[in-house]
């Protein structure tokens, strides 16, 4: 449970693949200007990123080592297809507002580093675990900056009126740039509190030390 446990505190947070390894910001562009369609698609990119790890860790054995990266692609290609058709059928005016956005899924950079980092090397169960922290991570900061950005720019929160009609709309941020602002501002609150985290845990004095 310990490593479990491990995994979840750096894929969420200490290591998390947005705000420290810099990955996936292509998406928080798209598609961050509505909370609903940020929801399914980070949704989305979490349930493939967990079955590509548990199905690339099952067959880790099987696969030659000069073929795996195609072998990853082409597992991750299927989730991602299923995942198209999935909410083609349930959700239609959401897969037509995310286009192609869904298929790019495929190149996202933190499915495939997951897959090459971790589930090459481990076990299914902890594998899938890795992949659904992951994908945790990436939800927590994209669902963050939708909710200001749809928030600010339209007043509303899941399509919801919120704010008064009186108040002014920012109209930058239903552009792309915007997302840019608000994941910086992001990245450095983050940033910050884990540095100063790590400050105040080296500036600790140890058990045996006098004040």
Do not use: H
């Not at 880790?60 to 198209?84: A, C, H, W």
């Not at 495929?106 to 076990?123: D, L, V």
């Not at 749809?150 to 552009?175: N, R």
């Amino acid at each position: 449970m310990s490593d479990f446990k491990k995994i979840l505190k750096n894929n969420f947070w200490l290591e998390n693949p947005v705000i420290v390894q810099i990955l996936g910001i292509c998406s928080t562009l798209a598609v961050t200007n509505n909370l609903r369609n940020t929801l399914i698609m980070t949704i989305g990119v979490t349930l493939v990123t967990a079955l590509s790890n548990f199905t690339i860790s099952a067959m880790r054995n099987l696969i030659p080592r000069k073929v795996r990266m195609i072998t990853q692609v082409l597992v991750i290609s299927f989730y991602v297809i299923m995942v198209d058709i999935v909410l083609r059928a349930y959700v239609p005016d959401v897969s037509k507002a995310l286009g192609p956005y869904v298929g790019l899924i495929i190149t996202n950079c933190i499915i495939m580093g997951r897959a090459e980092a971790f589930a090459q090397g481990n076990r299914p169960l902890i594998s899938f675990w890795d992949g659904f922290t992951a994908g945790l991570g990436y939800m927590f900061v994209l669902v963050v900056v939708a909710f200001f950005r749809e928030l600010l720019g339209f007043g509303t929160v899941l399509g919801i009126q919120v704010l008064p009609a009186s108040f002014p709309k920012w109209t930058i941020m239903v552009m792309p740039p915007s997302a840019f602002f608000v994941l910086a501002s992001f990245i450095w609150i983050a940033r910050e509190m884990q540095i100063k985290k790590d400050i105040s845990k080296t500036s600790q004095p140890s058990g045996g030390e006098k004040k």
